[in-house]
């Protein structure tokens, strides 16, 4: 996009210039209305894009409404499109210096911008979500890091993301004794793509006793038995 199509769309976020579509979007019993523009979204979003011109009732209403997002995830992603930036200030001011949340946010705006295909959104915000687990790695207790696992795989459907590579990385190598837990076994159970980032992780890092996922047992938990994937 260039600078003065970047500054233009800008000066619409929000405003009913030129607006085609209401948004209105709902959680926690309080709704939130937005002024939008289809050739903006669209332009940023395959989301709105097939809702637009597929066989959706939006391609034909001017009003849309969507229901369980967080609304400061929401919005933020729907002021990204518009900017095209990622404001590190806003996030800052949402997480109110509470630690979890410094991670919490961009998690959940990833997972806005995976749900609604806002594909230059992804990288940011992973990008973020990566250099707070660095910074933040020897500050978290455990169970504020399960509850972070917990919030990513929730949302994450994508096995071996570089987020869900931190992740494992920061729990199998800082906290490596929670792989002997019942909450970790039970976060195993849970998030089928969680098995599988442990899985590889464990694989690329020789932590199988040498013997690969053919069939072992993790020497990092010592509990963990891998299904046989590729044996010679």
């Known amino acids: 996009m260039s600078q003065d199509l970047k500054a233009s769309a800008r000066t619409l976020y929000n405003k009913q210039t030129l607006s085609d579509v209401k948004i209105k979007q709902t959680n926690y019993g309080k709704t939130l209305e937005y002024y939008a523009h289809k050739a903006v979204l669209c332009g940023q979003s395959e989301y709105f894009m097939q809702a637009f011109t597929g066989s959706f009732k939006e391609a034909s209403e001017n009003e849309m409404e969507f229901h369980e997002d967080d609304p400061d995830h929401f ?4 002021k990204f499109i518009y900017t095209l930036e990622y404001d590190k200030d806003e996030i800052k001011r949402l997480t109110n210096n509470d630690p979890d949340k410094q991670l919490l946010i961009p998690i959940g705006i990833h997972a806005v911008a995976d749900k609604y295909s806002i594909t230059k959104l992804i990288a940011p915000a992973s990008d973020h979500i990566k ?11 455990q169970s504020s890091l399960f509850a972070i696992i917990s919030a990513y795989y929730e949302t994450c459907a994508d096995a071996d993301s570089q987020v869900g590579q931190a992740l494992v990385d920061i729990l199998l190598t800082r ?4 792989a002997k837990g019942e909450t970790f076994h039970a976060l195993l159970k849970d998030f089928p793509t969680f098995s599988t980032d442990v899985a590889l992780f464990s694989s690329r ?3 199988l006793g040498g013997v690969g996922i053919c069939a072992g047992t993790c020497s ?13």
């Open 131 to 141: 250099s707070q687990l660095e910074s933040l790695r020897h500050n978290y207790d």
């Open 205 to 207: 890092n020789d932590l």
């Open 220 to 232: 990092a938990c010592k509990e963990l038995n891998y299904f046989k994937v590729d044996c010679y």
């Open 175 to 178: 906290y490596s004794d929670t």
């Open 75 to 78: 919005e933020f992603a729907l």
